[in-house]
């Protein structure tokens, strides 16, 4: 597997979990502010972490790309 592919993979998956993670906190951190349940809204929270799982798996090349140029400056 080429360097270039690994890092793509690597950043993929880094960016897909840090993504759903930021994402899925922030809305658990709202229904508690909001005094629900978390049992009551378990699927929108859900649909949060999976947009936020796209999202990331999307930018997360681009993001590790830039930063990897970022230091070899």
Do not use: K, N, Y
């Amino acid at each position: 597997m080429s360097s270039e592919r690994h890092h793509i993979i690597r950043d993929t998956l880094h960016g897909a979990l840090s993504g759903a993670g930021l994402i899925g906190t922030i809305a658990v951190i709202q229904a508690l502010r909001a005094g629900v349940v978390l049992g009551q809204v378990v699927q929108p929270i859900l649909v949060f972490v999976l947009i936020g799982l796209t999202v990331g798996g999307l930018t997360g090349p681009l993001v590790g790309r830039a930063i990897r140029r970022h230091r070899t400056r």
